[in-house]
């Protein structure tokens, strides 16, 4: 069975630090493009960032460059996305999603991701 679980959401004041953490099961990472999306309550599914299968291309939306980097362990057939200087704006559930994509740059669409995890809530309040 395919699947990705997604851990390290939490509350956090403003200007706090988080690390998420997106691990697959039942397949190998290497060969896909994974994305990190978020949906805020009353609000749609935005792009965060994504990495390409090797690691050598990445994307971040503009509300969160300079603040969040996103990084992977395929030995460990995991996906890390660190956010730092969080803001109350970047409270959302967070998604990780795969993509099999064993070459190029990954995309930020998410129509274009085959396999989603379940998310974890990250909350950013004093």
């Known amino acids: 069975q395919l699947q990705l679980v997604e851990s390290g959401g939490d509350l956090v004041q403003p200007g706090g630090s988080l690390r998420l953490s997106c691990a697959a099961s039942?397949?190998?990472?290497?060969?896909?493009?994974i994305g990190w999306f978020r949906q805020a309550p009353g609000k749609g599914r935005e792009g965060v960032s994504c990495?390409?299968?090797?690691?050598?291309?990445?994307n971040y939306a503009d509300s969160v460059k300079g603040r969040f980097t996103i990084s992977r362990d395929n030995a460990k057939n995991t996906v890390y996305l660190q956010m730092n200087s969080l803001k109350p704006e970047d409270t959302a559930v967070y998604y990780c999603?795969?993509?099999?994509?064993?070459?190029?740059?990954?995309?930020?669409?998410?129509?274009?991701?085959?396999?989603w995890g379940q998310g974890t809530q990250v909350s950013v309040s004093s």
């Open positions: 999603a795969a993509d099999f994509r064993p070459w190029g740059r990954c995309l930020s669409e998410g129509r274009e991701y085959d396999y």
């Open positions: 039942g397949f190998t990472l290497e060969s896909y493009a």
């Open positions: 990495t390409s299968s090797s690691g050598g291309s990445t």
